[in-house]
């Protein structure tokens, strides 16, 4: 037997987690939700600027929306993008659109009306669930979509009538964050939900197999592609993430500070998920930069759950309230999305005497991983054991697993392991060879089963948690008619772990910093905006002329 197979890692478990679990104990994710919404019907689901929606009210809501979607003509396996904040619509939308049987196209809302044209039509996206603050960019773009079904939702709808009308006049007429947009046939989240009060859901099959989620992600290589996540990669990992979690948390009686959005992986399975299915209460924090907002809110509840990206942790550590707040509650505190540094997690535990616990994971696993144990045992700068049912390798150049100590890349087979990328069969057998899901990180495993990160995707660089691939920004700007040549590299950065800097070639003199990054915003999201400059009179070559980015990050 291979010395992974034998899992040197289950000895290191926490008492009362399994070695496996079951995803085939939910035929889909259908299944499931009538599971929790039943047993939890009375407990508080989602909590946003004060309002809450109890377990009850989002299987209702839920339902209505499903039905709304059904008579609209929209039906399962059509593709739905949903491209809003952490707010209240969301996660009615989400599980009304899985409980459609429509595929959701999770989108970031910062996104470049190029960025969301690439996703919309790789994806072949028939509907639109987009917050009003980004719907200009959208009408930019609509007529090279294929999408008919237009729904927008707006930061106030979902509150009570005076003040949701308060909030979305703040945002409309004070802060003016909703440009002008004109669409055709739109439709309000509020207005689909109580139109969907006079429809039924249309009953359909869902199998284990089928495809429910496709998260794009730029993957080991290229561009962004689409990991399709199906019904039982998604139970698998929520699954995964409930046996990690459960011997700390009681079940309907915990609440969870929800600052990552969850149109992210990470914060889908393990907040939309995890803590759903526990059910735990998830305070929705729509803008998790304001961090005075966040500290704010966060002492309106007795919060026992925290998940976050070393950014997040960073910037909360070193804000003079953050000390102030009773953490008392806090029973677990997850790190993950990027590394979370050793500095960090010291003054983390030193504020609140909470152990951060580091985990690891890609889009292409659900995502979870990897995990450090939740009970005051993790140990700070690993990425921890990995979870029920996983097994992960190190493994050479050649595919041959490398005896322990060693290091090379992590691989892993489970049952959260992506069905492949939607419409790149040759993309998904690079990333897949013989049953292992290889990541392109380094990394190795020490005597107890603990893994550890060395070094990342060669050259994905990674700003706060958000992957950016350097072939993405080189393309952009190789467009720029002053470029010659370009190339993208990370470097470290205290704020958000790595940014962008490109080493530029001029085709014409006249080109200067200022210009280059002003074009890149109307481009490209902000966090993948070059921060660094660098001109130069030639990069540094192969012998068959591929620009050699890892001598630019030498230098």
């Not at 899992?7 to 070695?19: E, Q, S």
């Not at 599980?95 to 459609?100: K, T």
């Not at 350097?470 to 010659?484: Q, S």
């Not at 540094?540 to 990050?553: A, F, M, T």
């Amino acid at each position: 037997m291979s010395y992974y197979e034998d899992r040197p890692w289950n000895k290191n478990y926490p008492a009362g987690i399994p070695a496996n679990i079951d995803p085939d104990k939910y035929e889909n994710l259908l299944v499931f939700y009538e599971e929790v919404f039943d047993k939890h019907a009375d407990k508080v689901a989602y909590t946003y600027m004060g309002k809450e929606l109890t377990f009850k009210d989002v299987n209702i809501l839920s339902r209505n929306f499903a039905a709304y979607l059904h008579s609209r003509g929209l039906e399962p396996g059509d593709r739905i993008a949903l491209m809003m904040p952490n707010i209240l619509q969301y996660p009615i939308v989400m599980y009304g659109a899985l409980r459609a049987g429509l595929i959701i196209v999770n989108t970031n809302p910062l996104y470049t009306p190029r960025e969301m044209l690439h996703q919309f039509t790789d994806s072949g996206a028939k509907a639109v669930v987009i917050a009003e603050l980004f719907a200009s960019k959208l009408e930019e773009i609509l007529d090279q979509t294929q999408i008919k079904v237009i729904m927008t939702a707006s930061m106030g709808e979902m509150l009570s009538p005076v003040k949701g009308a308060l909030v979305n006049f703040v945002v409309r007429k004070v802060k003016k964050m909703v440009p002008k947009y004109t669409l055709p046939n739109v439709t309000t989240v509020k207005e689909a939900l109580k139109m969907g009060k006079r429809f039924e859901i249309n009953p359909f099959e869902s199998r284990p197999n089928d495809t429910v989620l496709l998260q794009y992600t730029g993957g080991t290589t290229g561009v962004s592609k689409g990991a399709e996540l199906t019904n039982r990669n998604l139970i698998a990992n929520m699954m995964q993430i409930e046996a990690w979690m459960q011997g700390m948390l009681m079940r309907g009686n915990e609440t969870a500070l929800c600052p990552l959005p969850l149109y992210h992986i990470f914060a889908f399975s393990v907040n939309a998920m995890a803590l759903f299915s526990l059910g735990i209460n998830n305070v929705l924090i729509p803008n998790a930069r304001d961090i005075k907002g966040l500290i704010k809110e966060w002492k309106k509840h007795k919060v026992s759950i925290f998940d976050g990206v070393n950014t997040l942790f960073n910037a909360l550590v070193h804000h003079p309230d953050f000390g102030s707040i009773d953490f008392s509650t806090l029973k677990i505190t997850v790190g993950g999305g990027m590394a979370v540094q050793n500095v960090v997690a010291e003054e983390w535990y030193r504020i609140t005497n909470n152990v951060l616990s580091e985990g690891y994971g890609m889009t292409e696993a659900s995502p979870v991983v990897t995990v450090n144990p939740v009970d005051g045992t993790a140990r700070i700068g690993t990425i921890g054991l990995p979870v029920p049912s996983t097994l992960v390798r190190v493994a050479n150049d050649q595919d041959e697993e490398v005896p322990v100590g060693e290091s090379g890349e992590l691989q892993v087979k489970g049952p959260q392991v992506m069905k492949g990328y939607y419409n790149r069969p040759d993309e998904t057998a690079k990333t897949i060879r013989n049953g292992w899901l290889c990541t392109g990180d380094i990394g190795y495993m020490d005597e107890d089963g603990f893994f550890t990160l060395i070094d990342r995707k060669k050259d994905m660089i990674l700003v706060s948690g958000f992957n950016v691939f350097p072939n993405e920004i080189e393309d952009v700007i190789a467009k720029h008619p002053k470029v010659l040549e370009v190339a993208a590299i990370g470097v470290p950065d205290e704020k958000s772990g790595e940014v962008v800097k490109v080493c530029v070639v001029k085709k014409d003199k006249s080109l200067d910093e200022k210009e280059l990054i002003d074009y890149c915003r109307t481009q490209l999201t902000g966090y993948k905006v070059p921060k660094h400059v660098e001109f130069r009179d030639d990069l540094p070559k192969s012998n068959v002329g591929k620009i050699l980015r890892r001598k630019l990050r030498e230098e």
